[in-house]
């Protein structure tokens, strides 16, 4: 079976304090082929100018795009023209503060392929980091809901959500099917955790699972 396209996008906006991380566990993704989107909402900083480095010197086999908007859209309108650009058939979402381990697309794309019915968002437990990269907590999703689980993965739809059998989310560890945006169309301008609508998206279609080990961390700044 040929491995399909992977797109993973960091989007950032005035992250000049952790983009380098961001963007060097973004390269140092082990899934090939990787589309690696790199998109910068205007920022006053030089969070821009660190990524347009980075991926100058980049001499590895993933494709690096990176893009600016000539000016700030806000978290909605960013994720938008990110999406629209992406190829990927699968997209593996991380923003300017959050640092993925090296294997997290493989993982992810991995854990998706072992659900059934095949899910339309998959995403894991994360790590949790003050500013200087200092881990605070360790997030398991389905036990802050009380959920007892047995195994690797948690899965549930729209119905089990609604029945309280639902764990919570976190946006900085997603990937989905590129036809949770398209099926729907753009966020709205307004929206600010793109999280919270592709979860309700996702339910809607063929449901979510969960990554019970930790393959993403993100630091505490709030910044998007």
């Known amino acids: 079976m040929s491995r399909p396209l992977i797109t993973f996008y960091v989007v950032a906006y005035n992250h000049a304090s952790f983009i380098r991380e961001a963007v060097a566990a973004a390269l140092a993704q082990t899934w090939s082929p990787l589309e690696i989107i790199l998109s910068d909402d205007c920022s006053t900083d030089d969070t821009f100018s660190i990524m347009t480095e980075m991926a100058s010197s980049y001499r590895g086999h993933h494709v690096v795009v990176v893009r600016q908007n000539r000016r700030n859209l806000g978290v909605g309108k960013h994720i938008n023209q990110v999406l629209s650009t992406a190829k990927g058939e699968f997209i593996v979402a ?7 381990r090296p294997d997290r697309t493989e993982r992810l794309y991995e854990a998706w392929l072992r659900t059934n019915p095949r899910v339309s968002l998959v995403y894991s437990n994360i790590i949790e980091t003050d500013e200087w990269g200092k881990p605070l907590s360790c997030r398991d ?10 195994g690797p993965l948690i899965q549930w739809s729209l ?23 398209e099926e729907f169309g753009p966020l709205a301008d307004s929206v600010i955790f793109e999280d919270n609508v592709f979860n309700w998206r996702a339910e809607g279609m063929s449901g979510l699972a969960l990554l019970r080990d930790p393959w993403s961390t993100t630091g505490t700044t709030t910044s998007r």
Request: charged residues 30%.
């Open 159 to 181: 119905d089990d959500h609604i029945a309280g059998r639902s764990a919570s989310v976190h946006g900085c560890s997603f990937a989905y099917r590129r036809e949770v945006f």
């Open 141 to 150: 999703f389905a036990a802050e809901k009380g959920l007892s689980a047995k």
């Open 94 to 100: 991380s923003a300017g503060d959050d640092v993925s």
